[in-house]
């Protein structure tokens, strides 16, 4: 079954079939969500009504288009936000983690490594109440003992860049650290015998070796925050971000306005997965 | 001695946001949420420890049941993932060269890049009563009239497996490219035809793969949300909506908190019986 081995012509046509089936049905949910925000229709579903803007430009009810919509542009708003402290936050942790697991030993480092893993393996709704449950508790401690209405410790926008963090930060330092670990430690040590110290010869020659990696954790830092909706869910507060607002649209039935929305979504997610894949790819 | 002191307060300066960071957001929270799934109200701000949100998930039918339901498709729908990603995995790793193998590899990877909700989205508007899949139905003389496929189980397979394939096919196309050419021909210059050949040497060589990517689906898919709600409406019983009742809708935290951790087990187990079977640690499979 390799190709330096004949295999009947009837096999091969069957197995390549498959294989072109295989990515119709990857490829035709993304397809028609983009056809669709071009329907001229109140509905994204067929008969075809013509190809119109509307659902990008309008600006009046009932067609409302994507830019004149401001409860989604809010949203989307409100996802930017959250997103850049997330990609912030995981990608300075994931930093300093992969620093720590790669250069340094200390007691118990085999078991701080697997609860680091840890968050990848708990479903992101049980990451999301837990968290809700733990700023409750203390919320209410504090307000039954020192008076205190702590406000951000309730759903909000605040909880839900903790709730992201505490597992975007595996993955940020998993892609850090597999960097780190092909660094070959005597460029630094060259540094600092040329008399740069220890800090010098890392900022100027370990960074910048890592950046490659850098931008791609922070890339799939900011999409994974930005397409959040698990853990998003159980911590929201009263700004929606995008994925909740979007979601609340869908069970009511919306018009293609969230298809030219989802379009939208999907260019710019796909370029900057792009992104990431030739910033890793390079100087490799 | 001055280098050591330093060396010692860069060690705390890079533990101390690792330990704050799993330690705020990860432990504690869950062993509040342990501690308050073991709780039970008396009385108003009255709590006494008991079991009894355990109990009320073993008396009440829809809640285990809900629970087995949930497991069940979840390894229904990964079994699927693994049997639909297989062959396409070896046709990527094996049976394509140069450009397009890695073109084909990406095009696998760019879909998952789009919101789960996007893709959810895209289904809904193939499968749903007046949409694309059932007007072909009725174009081509197939169905006589509007087709709902929205709203069952097969749906709620169709994307949970969609959703997950990403997972299945990555870890497969990488342990798969490292298999030797020359030990597939050996096999068959060996005597062996190609079913004896998948099943002793391509598929033993597959094994890190296959297991680690079980794993990550299985748990993806038992953890999944939009998926069964959108496409599966109200008949999805899926367990994490159970959990979302009782915490959101209902204030029951302390029954959604047991949920909560019983699911979380279930996951667990899988998880570890997964890399016991293939004997493997939960660092070399995420690593």
């Known amino acids: 079954m390799i190709p330096s081995i004949p295999q009947p012509r009837s096999f091969r046509t069957i197995y390549g079939a498959y294989v072109v089936l295989f990515f119709i049905y990857l490829i035709s949910p993304l397809v028609v969500v983009a056809i669709f925000a071009f329907n001229d229709s109140m509905f994204p579903s067929l008969p075809w009504g013509g190809f119109t803007l509307d659902w990008f430009l309008n600006s009046t009810e009932p067609r409302l288009g994507l830019f004149h919509d401001s409860r989604l542009l809010d949203s989307i708003w409100t996802s930017f936000y959250i997103a850049c402290w997330v990609m912030t936050l995981s990608v300075a942790v994931g930093i300093s983690n992969a620093f720590l697991f790669e250069r340094k030993s200390f007691p118990l480092k085999n078991l701080l490594y697997m609860l680091m893993l840890l968050p990848l393996v708990i479903p992101g709704v049980i990451l999301g109440i837990s968290i809700l449950v733990f700023s409750s508790t203390i919320a209410n401690w504090v307000e039954l003992n020192l008076g205190l209405n702590l406000e951000f410790l309730r759903p909000s926008s605040f909880l839900v860049i903790l709730g992201q963090f505490s597992f975007i930060s595996t993955i940020t330092t998993l892609i850090i650290a597999a960097r780190l670990r092909k660094f070959d430690t005597s460029l630094e040590e060259a540094a600092q015998s040329l008399g740069a110290g220890k800090m010098v010869a890392v900022w100027t020659v370990t960074i910048p070796y890592l950046k490659p990696a850098i931008i791609g954790a922070a890339i799939v830092a900011f999409l994974m925050s930005f397409e959040n909706f698990n853990t998003t869910l159980m911590l929201v507060g009263s700004d929606q971000p995008l994925t909740i607002a979007m979601y609340g649209r869908l069970r009511e039935g919306s018009t293609p306005e969230l298809n030219a929305l989802s379009l939208l979504l999907m260019a710019a997610s796909g370029t900057l997965a792009l992104l990431s894949v030739f910033v890793q790819r390079d100087r490799k | ?287």
Not at chain 2, 66 to 92: G, N, Q
């Open chain 2, 1 to 287: 001695m001055n280098t050591s002191n330093a060396a010692r307060l860069g060690l705390i300066l890079l533990l101390a946001p690792l330990l704050v960071w799993l330690l705020a957001l990860v432990i504690l929270p869950h062993i509040d949420m342990l501690l308050i799934s073991l709780r039970e109200r008396v009385a108003p701000q009255v709590y006494e420890r008991s079991f009894a949100n355990y109990a009320e998930f073993f008396t009440e039918p829809l809640y285990w049941r809900t629970f087995a339901r949930t497991a069940i498709m979840s390894i229904s729908a990964t079994a699927l993932t693994l049997l639909i990603a297989f062959p396409v995995s070896y046709y990527i790793a094996k049976m394509l060269r140069g450009r397009l193998k890695g073109f084909l590899f990406l095009l696998c990877l760019v879909p998952f890049w789009v919101s789960e909700l996007v893709r959810t989205f895209g289904w809904m508007i193939l499968l749903r009563e007046s949409g694309v899949i059932s007007n072909v139905l009725q174009w081509t003389g197939l169905a006589d009239g509007p087709v709902e496929m929205l709203y069952n189980d097969a749906t709620i397979m169709v994307g949970l497996v969609y959703t997950s394939m990403l997972f299945m096919v990555v870890p497969l196309v990488t342990t798969l490219d490292s298999l030797e050419d020359s030990l597939v021909e050996a096999g068959y210059d060996l005597g062996g035809n190609g079913l004896t050949v998948l099943r002793t040497i391509i598929i033993p060589h597959a094994m890190p793969g296959i297991v680690s990517g079980c794993i990550v689906v299985f748990m993806l898919t038992l953890g999944n949300y939009l998926t069964p709600i959108l496409l599966g409406g109200k008949s999805s019983m899926w367990f994490t909506a159970q959990i979302y009742t009782q915490f959101i809708t209902r204030f029951n935290w302390e029954l959604g908190a047991a949920f909560g951790f019983l699911l979380l087990a279930l996951s667990s187990a899988i998880v570890w019986t997964g890399l016991k079977l293939s004997r493997q640690t939960l660092s070399e499979s995420m690593g």
